[in-house]
């Protein structure tokens, strides 16, 4: 029996997308921001209610120049609950991570723990939205304004995913997308940044192009971070079936709900009022005592079967061997520490059958002692 991967690239009908690429053949522009891009560009500035978009080879460079275009110096307060590339992206733009910790439901940053972790030498705060759940936006931008700094949003994980009827590109100065293959919407990889400030859009458009202004004249220090018109396609063709996507993740979601709420130490995904959720993930966090066994005995019982569901995310970042003695998640972030010990992510994506989901399901309630 095949193993049961925690997620699964959706992809689209292949003879749409070859029909997509087809005029590729007769132009023979394959990058450097050609029709492809334009189009798709345009597309999800649209769909993710942004007022400016520009697309970039990841979302990791979209985060990392993002970051270098703003011109932050000094320190920057973020999550060590996310994925490796948030803090990479902070350090190799030679700013200081600062971590607060997180709302204990959401796991997303807490804005009440935020005031005490500003500086005279912080320039921006950049939090994180998780599992498709949105961070408190409002009070996360009265705090900026009221001290006088930017806000970028990791946004990897709210594509699609809507608040009072906005969409995530909507928020802070600038939101930052991952259009990785695993993604709810993805262009195999790839990746974007929606921002509100022309300007800026402007100086990270020369930054992803090694700086040039002209064909001539490199203005900005810069590297190579463009998306190619074949991934363009992809996305262009994904984004027409990307809500049948997450329609057919919101019937794989109720399928877990049903079986799994009530149990007694299986602490669900939160709900978040007036969210229109993009049902990304499925996380289950894990009270070893009441539900009698620890989720890392969870995690190598449905590995045993076949299972490969994901500790996402673990180990906070904080605690990555390349900061040792840096910081101290004990200290710093206990809610986050927690939650990262006991959080675990079980297999999501809109082809997962019911009856797999069940299967899913008896392996993880068998674990009960």
Known sequence: MEPINVTRSWMPPFEEYCQEIQELWDSRWLTNMGAKHRQLQEKLAVYLDAPNMDLLTNGHLSLELSLQALELEGEVITTPFTFASTTQAIVRSGLTPVFCDVDPVTLTMDPAKVEARITG????????????????????????????????????????????????????????????????????????????????????????NFGFCDPETAADLGGNAK?????????????????????????????????????????????????????????????????????????????????LARKYFYPLTSAFPCYQGRFDPEEETPVALCASRRVLCLPMYGDLALETVERICGAVLDCRK
């Open 121 to 208: 030498r912080t320039s921006a705060i950049l939090p994180v939205h998780v599992y498709g759940n949105f961070c408190d936006v409002e009070a996360i931008g009265r705090i900026a304004g009221d001290h006088g700094l930017k806000v970028v949003y990791d946004a990897a994980h709210a594509f699609g995913a809507r608040y009072k009827g906005r969409g995530a590109g909507a928020y802070g100065d600038v939101s930052c997308f991952s259009f990785h293959a695993t993604k709810v919407f993805h262009t195999v990889e790839g990746g974007g940044a929606c921002f509100q400030d022309a300007a800026f859009g402007r100086r990270l458009s020369r930054m992803k």
């Open 227 to 307: 998306l190619d018109e074949f991934r363009a396609a992809m996305g262009l063709c994904n984004l027409r079936h990307v809500e049948e996507e997450i329609e057919k993740r919101s019937r794989v979601e109720e399928a877990y709900r049903q079986r799994l709420t009530g149990t007694p130490g299986l602490e669900l995904k939160a709900i978040q009022p007036e969210v229109r959720p993009n049902y990304a993930y499925f996380p289950v966090l894990f009270d070893e005592t009441a539900f009698g066994a620890s989720r890392d005995q969870v995690w190598a019982a449905l590995k045993d079967r076949g299972i």
